[in-house]
């Protein structure tokens, strides 16, 4: 069964940055495609980002183009996002998501197993 981990979450001033790292375990990761959602108190889940099974393709939120980067390193079984530009609007619990397509969209429904989730807060 595999299971995901996030961390790299937290407390940040607007404009600042972050790492959100997923680390996998149970199985190797490299099969699967990767997605980061993200959920704000009472609104519905969001996807951020998504990247492929070996890397090569990757897709963005409209809200974070320009200032998220998703990436993994394989050899680590881990995703990581990176948060530039960081505004109060971004505050949420987020969520890292694999699939079984190896190139997923940013569709929570293209996804089987998540994460217990990060969260991030950006102050104003």
């Known amino acids: 069964q595999l299971q995901l981990v996030e961390s790299g979450g937290g407390l940040v001033q607007n404009g600042g940055s972050l790492r959100l790292s997923c680390a996998a375990s149970?199985?190797?990761?490299?099969?699967?495609?990767i997605g980061w959602f993200r959920q704000a108190p009472g609104k519905e889940r969001e996807g951020v980002s998504c990247?492929?099974?070996?890397?090569?393709?990757?897709d963005y939120g409209d809200s974070v183009k320009g200032r998220f980067t998703i990436s993994r390193d394989n050899a680590k079984n881990t995703v990581y996002l990176q948060l530039n530009g960081l505004k109060p609007e971004d505050t949420a619990v987020y969520y890292c998501?694999?699939?079984?397509?190896?190139?997923?969209?940013?569709?929570?429904?293209?996804?089987?197993?998540w994460g217990q989730g990060t969260q991030v807060t950006v102050s104003s």
């Open positions: 149970g199985r190797t990761l490299d099969i699967y495609g």
């Open positions: 998501a694999a699939s079984i397509l190896t190139v997923p969209t940013i569709s929570s429904d293209e996804y089987d197993y």
């Open positions: 990247i492929s099974a070996h890397g090569s393709t990757t």
